[in-house]
């Protein structure tokens, strides 16, 4: 007897989230799990939620990284500003999208990475000096608009097995 596929999940890098609670309700309308995965630096406090679950790696530079990433199956939405953490969970095959709604695919991370690169060099070099723009409430509704395309992206291909 096949088992069925696991249902997809929002993998959510949680240490800097602006978007948790919209990640959250967006999981509650459509059946997705949350994980909340974070290093314990920041406190992260989870809704008292069946679906949503907090998993607290050891502290250290990307151990929140990787377990996103080794985890990251086809089916599941990668949440996160991390350029380089998106870019393996699309190798993986999973989806994956920035904090303020930008999807990142395997058509656009490549320059993505080359720009974070060209930045932090620019930042090192003291050319630039600030960091992201604040979230605003534009970003907040394309995150959630790009959120819930993806998430049916995901569904369909839960489907389809």
Known sequence: MDTPPAPPRFLVDADACPVRDEAVRVAGRLGFAVVLVTN????VRPP???????????????????????????????????IPLAARCLARGAFAISFKGRPW?????????????????????????GGPAPMTPADRSRFLNALDTMAQAALRRARQG
């Not at 314990?40 to 406190?43: E, F, L, S």
């Not at 939620?49 to 199956?73: H, Q, T």
């Not at 695919?105 to 000096?129: K, M, P």
């Open 48 to 82: 008292a939620l069946p679906y949503v679950r907090l998993v607290v790696v050891s502290e250290g530079a990307d151990k929140a990284d990787d377990w996103i990433a080794e985890e990251a199956r086809p089916v599941d939405v990668c949440l996160t500003a991390d």
């Open 40 to 43: 314990g630096a920041r406190p």
């Open 105 to 129: 695919t395997t058509d656009n991370i490549g320059s993505a990475l080359a720009g974070r690169d060209l930045s932090q060099h620019l930042r090192e070099t003291g050319a630039i000096t």
